[in-house]
């Protein structure tokens, strides 16, 4: 059973903010939220990950609902490069659950010049 | 720093031969993963290690062969190839992720395979 629920596709234009959801409503209490992504058939790429606070890094922004049962991924400024399939993945970061990571199918994000 | 390399990117495979996927990386990590994907689907774990010595399944076991006899190579082996198998296989790494888990699982770029 999927510990996570993302749209398969979603298009972006040029220049604006993508925000890409993800339900992950049966997530416990020990559980973080990550999200990778996978340009054309690259090797997967971390981008950020949390708890329950918000997070910002260089490459995006993670929204997290306070009941935690969802979450958003911000590109603030989405680019061509940014063309890529997005998944969201909920484990433990410690302990014998962190050592096998889901992914699923995930949000095919597209760019539109 | 490389990273997490792998080798061959390509191989062509016939049926019942056998092969091994290598797989290095120079970060000193302790936790390796192999992974396999499918056309249209996410990846799937195959084997896994937390440390020299230490091998564990994931999803997706039958088939494949791993060993960890350094901390730096983490080898999957085929040792009966099938159709079945036909995929992409990503190897993976990152510190100890039942210990201090920083988050982040960084990929090698892929070794496709074919068996025909």
């Known amino acids: 059973d999927a510990k996570t629920t993302q749209p398969p596709s979603m298009d972006c234009a040029e220049g604006r903010a993508a925000n890409l959801p993800c339900n992950h409503s049966t997530i416990s209490g020990n559980e973080y939220v990550y999200w990778y992504r996978q340009i054309h058939s690259q090797g997967p790429q971390y981008i950020i990950h949390?708890?329950?606070n918000n997070e910002t890094n260089e490459m995006a922004s993670l929204i997290i609902t306070e009941d935690r049962k969802s979450s958003t991924l911000i590109l603030p400024h989405a680019t061509l490069r940014d063309t890529a399939v997005y998944y969201c993945?909920?484990?433990?970061?410690?302990?014998?659950?962190?050592?096998?990571?889901?992914f699923g199918k995930g949000t095919k994000l597209s760019v539109i010049p | 720093n490389a990273g997490v390399t792998q080798t061959p990117k390509f191989q062509v495979l016939k049926t019942g031969q056998s092969m091994t996927l290598q797989c290095a990386q120079d970060m000193n990590h302790e936790y390796m993963s192999w992974y396999r994907q499918d056309p249209g689907m996410g990846l799937r774990l195959i084997h896994y290690s937390v440390g020299a010595g230490i091998t564990d399944q994931g999803e997706v076991p039958n088939g494949y062969n791993v060993s960890r006899s350094t901390t730096e190579d983490f080898p999957l082996r085929l040792l009966s190839a099938a159709p079945s198998q036909t995929s992409v296989y990503f190897c993976?790494?990152?510190?100890?992720?039942?210990?201090?888990?920083?988050?982040?699982?960084?990929f090698g770029e892929g070794s496709r395979l074919t068996v025909l």
């Open positions: 949390g708890l329950k």
């Open positions: 993976a790494s990152s510190y100890d992720r039942g210990r201090r888990n920083t988050g982040e699982l960084f």
């Open positions: 993945i909920v484990s433990p970061r410690t302990g014998a659950g962190s050592y096998q990571l889901t």
